[in-house]
């Protein structure tokens, strides 16, 4: 394993506004590892992935990746970089005029490196690990149920081997026979493939299973982060409250609500 982590976030903050978000993010994500980032509702979860992935520039700090300075690229090179970089939308972000194989294959198609038959078999061989059919494969977006939207994402983050899977809500609105399909999955691409995984997840039970180590972001901070093993005994009010799904404890509605 390398020691310079895959991914090193140093004091990253982002505001809108009045609206400050992100306050210092640090955190550290090794090769190869697994982390899941919980936290409430507009706590800034997917800003911070957004950051990472270079679609949000954040005000201050450092994002490395490799060791390398992401924050600063030029376009050619944040290019090269989002190749290595695999991510499913929270809202999965389809392209509604292309066909599901056609967005599987999105990255293949525009790299050439296969024939379109080529493409076509790979994204179809995905989706079917994905629960899918071959017939769905060759339907759009907008003919397929939300849920099924959500594992046409997911492929399409895996299609093409990335070196980094960055997952929003992999699971949310997927029956639990399909969360564990795509949690085994995520555990394939991390133990098989060797890629370093993200995962915003608010299912806890997923969090643990997937999570080599699992971080918690509140007040636009990382306020906990700690192995899979730790998180039920974190001693960490907010981390608890969060895993055991408590009504009452240090965090208030207002501020889960927003
Ligand atoms: N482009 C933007 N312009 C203005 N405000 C934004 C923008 N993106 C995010 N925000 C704000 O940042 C905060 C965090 O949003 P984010 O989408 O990261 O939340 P989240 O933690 O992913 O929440 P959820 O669990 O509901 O998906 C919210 O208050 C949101 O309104
Ligand atoms: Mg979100």
Redesign the pocket.
Known sequence: MNDIPKIKLEGVTKS?GD?H?LKGVDLEINDRESMVLI??????????LKCIVGL?KPDSGSIQIDGVETTDLSPKDRETLMHRMGMLF?QSALFDSQLNWENVAFQLLQDHELSREEAKELAVEKLISVGLTAHAADLLPAEISGGMQKRVGFARSIANSPEIVLLD?PTAGLDPIMTNVINDLILDNVRQLGATVLS?T?DTGGARKIGDRIAM?YDGKIIWCGTRDEVDDSGNGFVDQFIHHRGAGPMQLAERA?
């Open positions: 809108f609206n978000v936290g409430a509702s507009a706590s800034g979860k997917t800003l911070l949000v929270q809500e915003i608010s972001l927003f």
